[in-house]
């Protein structure tokens, strides 16, 4: 997309939503090549015009892809009336770019969460069909035993009567507080916690650590987040 209204470009790229850019251009705010222009209606060239806001320049990019490390006790939501969301903790000018949580982690779930506006590779990235690999870490009340990976392995029978599709269920430690990895390929609602469940073990702490073969930066604290690479975003795309 080379070609778009100047007002269009800005609020795409977070300046502010669509009526607040408009009164920036018109308060005279917003410079192309040089020379400030009060309509918000022009059209620019996003490859080669430069513009200017408040005398910083704009780098159009079409599409965001965002890293966090979700902490416990946010929901995976673009808004909620009540509760706190993935997206109140980013800044105002990434959140008014439309971006959305690819997937959801539980309210008290830690772990790599992808946020992006890129709707296409979302879908892609959650379809069924495509079988991303989604690694966690869990820490499960009871021993865990090679008989509960074969479990895993052929699929387990949810209370629901869904049968899970195989999985696997590597173990770190086995103790009173067991310590495992789980692999699944699909997402079904508390998917992990319900899995355990059906093998009589209660999931105490679950974290995501790796989508397809994109891993979680461990330098991110919980909470924290930062823009993926170039290389990293192609990580994502060779996965599906």
Not at 29 to 35: A, D, F, I, Q
Not at 95 to 122: C, S
Not at 147 to 173: C, H
Not at 199 to 227: A, F, H, S, T
Request: hydrophobic share 35%; with cysteine; proline share 3%.
């Amino acid at each position: 997309m080379a070609k778009m209204r100047l007002d269009k470009l800005l609020s795409n790229m977070g300046i502010g939503t669509r009526k607040e850019v408009k009164k920036y251009i018109k308060d005279g705010l917003v410079e192309v090549n040089g020379e400030i222009v009060l309509d918000p209606s022009k059209t620019v060239d996003t490859e080669k015009d430069e513009v200017l806001f408040d005398g910083e320049k704009v780098e159009y990019k079409e599409f965001i892809y965002v890293m966090m490390n979700k902490p416990q006790g946010v929901i995976s939501a673009t808004h909620d009336k009540s509760e706190e969301t993935v997206i109140d903790l980013l800044p105002e000018e990434i959140a008014l770019r439309k971006v959305f949580p690819v997937g959801r982690l539980d309210k008290d779930t830690e772990g790599l969460l992808i946020i992006t506006n890129d709707g296409e590779l979302a879908h892609k990235l959650l379809s069924p069909k495509k079988k991303v690999v989604k690694k966690y870490y869990a820490e499960v009340l009871g021993k865990i035993t090679e008989k509960d990976a074969e479990k895993f392995k052929e699929g387990v029978i949810l209370e629901d009567g869904y049968r899970t599709m195989p999985s696997q269920l590597e173990i770190i430690e086995s103790s009173d507080i067991s310590k495992v990895y789980v692999y699944l390929t699909e997402g079904k609602y508390h998917q992990v916690k319900r899995m355990f469940e059906a093998i009589g073990k209660k999931v105490l702490y679950l974290k995501r650590l790796c989508m397809g073969k994109l891993q979680l930066d461990e330098n991110l604290e919980p909470g924290e987040w930062r823009e993926l690479t170039e290389e990293e975003v192609n990580l994502l795309k060779e996965t599906i």
